[in-house]
Every structure is written in C-alpha cells, then in structure tokens.
C-alpha cells in the first residue's frame, strides 16, 4: 500500500494541490492528513477535494486548528474517513488514531486522547500491520527538543508503549518535519506538511 500523509497544511491551497499533485503522480492508494488542515478555521474551501481525485481513499483527523465538529463536517462532506477515536483496515493495514493538542482551538486532555486512541486500536488488534495517526507528538521524543512551546504528549506515548503499532505517523512542530525516530519497534515520523510517502 502506498501512502501520502502530511499535516499542518494550515488553509494552504496551493500547497493542496502541490500534494495532491504528487499524490496523482505517485500513485497513492491512501492520503493520511495528520491534522492542521485549516489555519484557526477561516475557511475548508477545496482543502479536501483535490486529495479525493488524487486517491483512492482519504483519513484525516483534526490538529488543534480545527474543531471534531469542522472535521467530521468534512469526512461527511467528501466521504472520507474521520480517525478520531476510530479505525479503518485496509488490506491487513489497520489505521487508527486520535487528534487535538494540549493547546488551540481543539484541546484534548492526556486521559481523554488516550482514550480515543484506545478506542480506536480495539479496531485494528489484527491487523498484521499498525498505523497509528496522531496530530501531536510523543513525550521523551527527538521532535520534543525542536520547540520549546508545545510539550510531548504522555498519552501518545503510552499508546506506544501499550499498543506497539509499527508506524506512529504526526505532525505539530513544523521546526521537526521529517524527523524519524525508533521508540520501542515502532517508527515515529513527523509527517509534515511537505508530506511524506510510505510503502506499509
């Protein structure tokens, strides 16, 4: 399975079609936004669209710029997937995951993302593989030491520890696009919002 997956696009329209481009040109079978879609909700328009032509199927989950309301709007909206608190297997590839940060618009307590997170994993438990789909970053990471602002999250982190999926896709700090790291078996990868493509 190929995968697109990026985040913090923050209300960027060029940037859309610059993914969705590559998206179409890659040949992707998935694209995975890890939240950050819109920047503080001033507008959805043709933030989705353009990556419902350029694959087969689309997840997102909301950051902290947008609210579950905006984001289960436009997964109506468009026929795609909203992960927050849920899940989806495609071809023995279980994708689960949660959103919101400790700051912004959509603020989530460590307990209740844990929560959704394990809610969620209930779904894909035999999947042979896991992916699991935050917006922020875990605590005792790399990406923690790229800012100063915005703290890891202990329930990302104990959603790693207890659930071991093999690929932690998020985003958050920008200052740390790209950065991969090993924690436990599981592969940690701030996606960013030049996006990153997988072959699970």
Known sequence: MKVLAAGDIHGDIGLVKKL???????????????????????????????????AKQVLLIPGNHETIATTSFLAQ???IKN????????????????????IGLFQLEEGELFDLLKKGFEGVKKAKKKVMITHVHPSGSKMEHFTHFFKGSTAVRKAIDEFKPDI??????HEAEGI?????????????????????
């Open 168 to 173: 932690l896709l998020c985003s958050h700090v």
């Open 180 to 200: 991969e790291e090993k924690i436990g078996n599981t592969l940690v990868i701030n996606v960013g919002k030049n996006g990153k493509i997988l072959d699970i």
């Open 20 to 54: 969705a481009d590559k998206a179409k040109k890659e040949k992707v079978d998935l694209v995975v936004l890890c939240g950050d879609i819109t920047y503080q909700e001033q507008s959805t328009d043709n933030l989705i669209g353009p990556f419902k032509d350029s």
């Open 83 to 102: 992960l927050h608190g849920y899940s989806v297997v495609y071809d023995d590839v279980g994708f689960f995951g949660a959103g919101g940060a400790n």
């Open 77 to 79: 909206l468009y026929d």
